[in-house]
């Protein structure tokens, strides 16, 4: 049987952890086109046609490079990701929660972290934060023999955000294994109580909705000027879709860091305490759980 000891913090990219589509910060230059005109193609075809928004938007930028005679290969993806920008603190945000953790539970918890985003991960790869993520779900291109995109292998949409989820909780992480075969909630390595989704908006609600209905945990954040995205990130607060909602600022001492802070010091007690009573049941010769 698994401890079940580790902590698993989910995260969108894309207004969670930077203001802007990362297509903004890096396809949309190269590719010269802006990014009201690109969105408002890929609205209308995908309204025209009843066409699934993210596959369209993945068939359109190849549509664009071949058209303008731009080739992107795996290594222009990486070095685009340098252009990305990200809220206040991101970027130690990581490493300090890990210390947090490890300070308040005496090393006993883990803490791993997640991306899951309907953005690139061709892109994703090279961000700067990369090596503080476990694993990186996005959508993926196929690359031909001379090393080009074309055409889209792996599509992640707001819905099928959540099978990602499920591999996080079933500890089946590579896209080969399976996740459909029953697996008792005491062999999961990361439990959904022990899960903490974090995104900004009403994209993120199928992965919140699954994350809350299995005794998971979940945020919403908002740039902290923008009185739509903040009046959204309430509305998913009424409806209980996340436990608490902040900016989106990462730094130490804000709202979103004060609120995270206690939810995990309540994730490591509940850890804690599911360890003793299981212990305490395993000596008087029970069933830990």
């Given amino acids: 049987m698994p401890q079940q000891n580790t902590i698993a ?5 894309d207004g969670t952890l930077s203001p802007q589509p990362m297509q903004e910060y890096t396809l949309l230059p190269k590719l010269g086109i802006t990014p009201e005109e690109f969105w408002g193609r890929v609205q209308r075809e995908s ?11 993945m068939r359109l930028v190849l549509e664009l490079a071949q058209e303008r005679r731009v080739k992107i290969s795996r290594r222009d993806f990486r070095a685009m990701a340098r252009d990305i920008r990200y809220f206040e603190g991101v970027e130690d945000w990581f490493p300090r929660i890990n210390a947090y953790v490890k300070r ?3 090393g006993r918890v883990k ?25 990186i779900y996005a959508s993926e291109y196929h690359f ?17 955000k959540t099978q ?30 022990n899960m903490v989704y974090v995104g900004d908006g009403m994209t993120d609600v199928p992965s919140m909705a699954l994350t809350k ?7 919403a954040v908002y740039p902290e000027d923008d009185g739509h995205d903040r009046a959204v990130c309430v509305d998913l607060l009424r409806a209980r879709r996340v436990d608490f909602i902040a900016p989106a600022d990462y730094r130490p001492r804000s709202q979103l860091s004060r609120s995270t802070e206690l939810l995990l010091d309540a994730l490591i007690a509940q850890i804690a305490y599911r360890a003793q ?11 830990p759980h």
């Fill in 9 to 13: 913090l989910v995260y969108d990219f």
């Fill in 47 to 57: 309204a025209d046609t009843v066409s699934e928004r993210m596959l369209v938007y």
């Fill in 104 to 106: 308040r539970s005496g």
């Fill in 111 to 135: 803490v791993q972290h997640y991306i899951v985003s309907a953005g690139m991960k061709e892109i994703l790869e090279g961000v700067s934060i990369r090596r503080w993520f476990r694993q």
């Fill in 144 to 160: 031909n023999f001379q090393g080009i995109a074309t055409f889209p292998k792996v599509l992640i949409t707001d819905t099928s």
């Fill in 164 to 193: 990602y989820l499920f591999r996080v909780n079933k500890g089946r992480e590579a896209l080969t294994e399976s996740i459909n075969e029953h697996m008792p909630e005491g062999e999961r390595p990361i439990p959904f109580h």
């Fill in 213 to 219: 209905k299995n005794g998971g945990h979940t945020i």
């Fill in 277 to 287: 009573t299981g212990s305490c049941r395993v000596e008087h010769g029970l069933d």
